[in-house]
């Protein structure tokens, strides 16, 4: 099925450090969302990059996107503590562009 | 309400009773989805409704599940004759309209623990 797989699963880094994590799918996107869960809450929207950009920055958030790899990075640089989440890739298929793929996720760890 | 609520947030059940989760979806959007997330896993989709469309049942993983959605806005989840496997954190989102590169925003969830 169409899904993005994220890597690592987890990641524990110092703060202050940048932290990077992947995303790979499997089918022609439209565009490609990354979100992040805090524990025990809902999903927040963070970036969403479309199929014909291959960058896109939001703040310390940088996202990458190579459409000939299926692939995707996000890469948050100085990171705090409060970064603590768990980050998913979500990809819409070209041709079932209602529905999301959502991946299992990078667990990442900040440590003060 | 500024966001997408859900309710109730945790629920408890005994193997074999239905339950029912409730979605309310940010004033205005007309695309509101379901989602399941089992513990360690990613979000797996349930269904999807648009506006006055009929609903996309595609990721309802047996028919012991179905959705409601009264009046453009609120929608049920109904799970009936639940199994432990069922337990799972159920997740809803609501966006302006469906299609390319609309966000999605997401509600808290509701925890569902079958014994």
């Known amino acids: 099925s169409q899904q993005g797989e994220e890597d690592p699963q987890a990641l524990s880094i110092q703060e202050g450090e940048n932290a990077t994590m992947n995303c790979s799918y499997k089918t022609s996107i439209n565009n490609l969302q990354w979100y992040r869960q805090n524990s025990g809450r809902g999903l927040v929207h963070l970036i969403l990059?479309?199929?014909?950009?291959r960058e896109k920055h939001s703040g310390r958030l940088r996202v990458t996107l190579d459409t000939s790899k299926k692939s995707s990075s996000l890469l948050i640089t100085a990171s705090r503590a409060a970064d603590t989440a768990s980050y998913f890739c979500a990809t819409d298929a070209r041709d079932t562009g209602n529905q999301f793929y959502f991946g299992t996720g990078t667990s990442l760890t900040v440590i003060p | 309400g500024a966001g997408v609520s859900q309710s109730p947030s945790n629920k408890v059940t005994e193997k074999g009773k239905d339950v029912e989760l409730r979605c309310d979806p940010i004033s205005g959007h007309t695309a509101l989805y379901w989602y399941r997330q089992s513990l360690g896993q990613g979000l797996e989709f349930l269904i999807y409704f648009q506006g006055n469309s009929a609903p996309d049942k595609s990721g309802l993983p047996s028919d012991r599940f179905s959705a409601e959605r009264t009046g453009g806005s609120v929608s049920t989840l109904t799970i009936q004759r639940t199994q432990q496997e069922d337990s799972a954190v159920y997740l809803c989102?609501?966006?302006?309209?469906?299609?390319?590169?609309?966000?999605?925003?997401f509600g808290p969830g509701t925890r569902l623990l079958v014994l």
């Open positions: 989102a609501s966006s302006y309209q469906s299609g390319i590169g609309e966000t999605q925003y």
């Open positions: 990059i479309r199929s014909n950009e």
